[in-house]
């Protein structure tokens, strides 16, 4: 089974971030095939 998780970040300090990894993480190990798509650019614009 395939999961998919579109989020705005994954960079943040709250324990949303946290508890979205921990979630896709068990689910991996359940023969989940899981992706994960961030809309946050990566670096500093110049």
Do not use: C, F, P, Q
Not at 9 to 20: D, V
Not at 32 to 37: A, I
């Amino acid at each position: 089974m395939k999961l998919h998780y579109i989020t705005n970040s994954i960079t943040g300090a709250g324990g949303l971030e946290r508890e979205r990894w921990v979630k896709a993480s068990m689910r991996a190990e359940d023969d989940y095939e899981v992706h994960v798509l961030t809309l946050n650019k990566s670096g500093k614009e110049r």
